[in-house]
């Protein structure tokens, strides 16, 4: 059953609808009640095993200088999302602290 994307031609709404059958035709917007919609493009979504995601880790960090602290930081803030909950800080203090590694400054805000 596979859920498709659509955009009302009449308020530029963009909804989902889940379809159920072919038989089922277009349902109508839930903004405007405008039957008048075309179906989008949607993005798909690519689920990975932890194996692969360690992977992935493993062959960003290679290209990574470990006594540059700029570069392990740059790492962190593009490859974060990979990580997942458990394995990256997720703190505002964390990711204010690769903001400003990034930016070659000190990882400890001066207070």
């Known amino acids: 059953m596979p859920i498709f994307e659509y955009q009302c031609r009449s308020c530029r709404f963009e909804y989902e609808y889940l ?3 072919q038989s089922e035709g277009v349902l109508n917007c839930p903004r405007c009640g405008s039957s008048n919609a075309q179906k989008i493009m ?3 979504s690519v689920v ?3 194996s692969q995601k360690a992977t ?3 062959s960003a960090l ?6 540059k602290p700029q570069e392990v930081a740059r790492y962190f803030k593009e490859h974060g999302s990979r990580f997942g909950d458990s394995d990256f800080r997720g ?3 964390w990711k204010n602290a690769v903001d400003r590694v990034a930016e070659g400054g ?3 805000e001066k207070k």
């Not at 290679?62 to 006594?67: E, F, G, K, L, T």
Request: net charge positive; charged share 15%.
């Open 19 to 21: 379809v159920l059958s």
């Open 106 to 108: 000190p990882t400890l």
């Open 48 to 50: 990975r095993s932890p």
């Open 91 to 93: 703190t505002k203090a």
């Open 42 to 44: 949607s993005t798909a």
């Open 62 to 67: 290679a290209n990574v200088n470990p006594s």
């Open 56 to 58: 992935d880790r493993a």
